[in-house]
């Protein structure tokens, strides 16, 4: 089984910063992939920012110069800096990662999600 655990969420006023971290833990083989999305109150699920295993980066428009995606392979974690905030960005995060369990069998996985909330 795998289990990706979530930490950094809170609230913080209009332009400041926190730190997503997501550490994924049990057995498996290799992560894939790995990414953060956010789902606002009355909307759906967004794509926020991916990293590959090699540390290639996406970002959604709204987020590039403010947030930052990296991973640390070695603790099987992945961080979401996010810098000058906006009360556009209050949303539940969720971190999802695309691992392989053993070669053969793959599955997708994600965190508990954390509550981001930003005040104007």
């Known amino acids: 089984q795998v289990q990706l655990v979530e930490s950094g969420g809170g609230l913080v006023q209009a332009g400041g910063s926190l730190r997503l971290s997501c550490a994924a833990s049990?057995?498996?083989?290799?992560?894939?992939?790995m990414g953060w999305y956010r789902q606002a109150l009355g909307k759906q699920r967004e794509l926020v920012a991916t990293i590959t295993s090699g540390g290639s980066t996406n970002y959604v428009d709204s987020v590039k110069g403010r947030f930052t995606i990296s991973r640390d392979n070695a603790k099987n974690t992945v961080y979401l800096q996010m810098n000058s905030l906006k009360p556009e960005d209050t949303a539940v995060y969720y971190c999802?990662?695309?691992?392989?369990?053993?070669?053969?069998?793959?599955?997708?996985?994600w965190g508990q999600g954390t509550q981001v909330t930003v005040s104007s």
């Open positions: 049990g057995s498996f083989f290799v992560i894939d992939g």
């Open positions: 999802n990662a695309d691992i392989r369990l053993r070669i053969g069998a793959r599955g997708s996985y």
